[in-house]
């Protein structure tokens, strides 16, 4: 196995730092874009899909930039789903459920 | 408070039933509609929006459903956000950052 | 179905409190307690044991709670298996590992 | 910031191996170990504390082991927690909410 590919889905909760966290949650769409990784946004994450250390690389940063403005803590839930029989993408995943509707 | 609104999110993996799972997840989908909650359907689950009650009496009957196809096992994550300082939709929450960016 | 069994994995976090949680987890313990729940602490979040309808009507009583603590936003991150093949507890759970340790 | 700490909480399901994931959880149990991690099995997942890099290490080298003993899917959910305040240990988050009890 040389590059492990992942799709996963993250969502961030900076702990401290008040009741609006949207300005701290677009700053991790910025982290994740910087990384050139394929992301989506929805209403309670951020669907990831990439290589594995590429992707993970970027959750540290992500927990990284939260501290560095100022949240002096972070939480966050990570889902990750790996697969070896076939190649599948985030598009493929919701297809193959549409499909079935 | 009468009636709490949340933003959930949900995955569901059914256990025991192959690697295949794409037809599980569209009868998930079809109870959460039946349910008329507002959903969406992403890469790594579904959002949920509605009364509390609702979004999880939709949620066990997902769990049921899938034993009634024949999982022996199902496993969850949900992630339920509730707030009473204002009123947010999933739309709201997606603007707020994309706001932001 | 009469009942259906679950166990779950229950972590909540208010939002815009602060950065010390441990007294709204402190009073997510008690409510699940008084629910006369099996539960049991753990660094990242409470394991819960019992019926279905039970442990969620617990679980939407800590988001109740937590507000009427002061918590102007509440999220949280739930696992729930449930399975149809057998009668398993939580304690089952770890002894299956710990024997093939 | 040199190493940054954190506490996290990892289940893993390998999906496509039937029914029985127990020798599965006990393969990853012996990961973390040999990483030579602090972790606590629960009946949920484990809790686990080290190094950001050194736990997600392990967490990859999870979803290699259970593809390599013939798991064509796994999907893990990880909550992480990090902060900047102060050290914290598992057993000082725990004992921090017992006190409140």
């Known amino acids: 196995m040389d590059q492990m590919k992942v799709i996963a889905d ?8 008040g009741v609006s966290l949207s300005k701290y949650v677009a700053a991790c769409e910025k982290v994740l874009n910087e990384a050139e990784l394929d992301i989506k946004l929805h209403a309670y994450g951020t669907n990831i899909e990439g290589d594995w250390d590429a992707v993970f690389a970027a959750i540290k940063r992500c927990h990284e930039v939260l501290h560095e403005m100022g949240a ?4 966050c839930v990570i889902k990750a789903g790996t697969r070896t ?14 499909k079935k509707l």
Chains 1, 2, 3, 4 share one sequence.
């Open 10 to 17: 993250l969502s961030v909760i900076p702990i401290g730092v």
């Open 72 to 75: 002096p803590r972070v939480s």
């Open 85 to 98: 029989d076939r190649k599948q993408t985030m598009d493929d995943k919701i297809e193959s459920v549409k």
